[in-house]
DNA sequence: CGAATGATCCGA
DNA sequence: CGGATCATTCGA
């Protein structure tokens, strides 16, 4: 299966209260603080897992949470929204806590490069979902305009 | 140990 | 806007 990230939010450490990583290293936040180009994956609402991307270097948290793809191939009759919205996307993958903690250029689960998407085509946003408490209103969602695979255009 | 709380989604 | 539904985290 493949498909094409067209929707991100980034999430810091210690200065962003709506990190995970926030209030420090947890077992379940390990890989946050990991190195980079590693997965992160959480369970949320008791019913959704969510995919991020480790970006900082080993021993400080960033992540990056992939919220929407466009599918590519290997999905048999989908909806073009199927995986509008992290839990959805997750879900399209068959991701769960398991997935946590993989080498994302080497294992079953890897993000390859692709065609440039041109500035004027990619929109920057605030972040969704955020409680008032850990809002931070920095635009630091950016998704690609028009496309089917945004949860939120 | 109990209680609160989500980086969500769907349906009314 | 409210409910589903449970792992994780924090405070006592």
Redesign the pocket.
């Known amino acids: 299966m493949a498909a094409r990230i067209v929707e991100v939010?980034a999430?810091l450490g210690r200065r962003?209260p709506?990190?995970?990583?926030y209030?420090?290293l947890?077992?379940?936040?390990a890989p946050?603080f990991g190195p980079p180009g590693r997965s992160?994956v959480?369970?949320?609402?008791?019913?959704?897992h969510?995919l991020?991307v480790v970006t900082e270097r080993d021993g400080v948290a960033g992540?990056?949470?992939l919220?929407?793809a466009e599918p590519l191939a290997g999905f048999d009759d989908i909806s073009p929204?199927a995986l509008?919205?992290?839990?959805?996307?997750?879900?399209a993958f068959g991701l769960t806590?398991q997935h946590t903690d993989l080498d994302l250029v080497r294992s079953i689960l890897s993000i390859r490069d692709a065609p440039v998407v041109p500035p004027s085509r990619v929109v920057r946003s605030a972040?969704?979902?955020?409680?008032e408490?850990?809002t931070t209103n920095k635009p630091w969602r950016l998704y690609v305009r028009g496309s089917s695979g945004v949860?939120?255009p």
């Open positions: 939010e999430y962003d709506a990190s995970h990583a209030r420090g947890t077992p379940r936040t946050m992160y959480y369970f949320v609402y008791g019913m959704y969510c991020n992540a990056v949470l919220r929407g929204r509008a919205g992290p839990g959805k996307l997750a879900r806590t972040r969704i979902g955020l409680s408490h850990a949860s939120r």
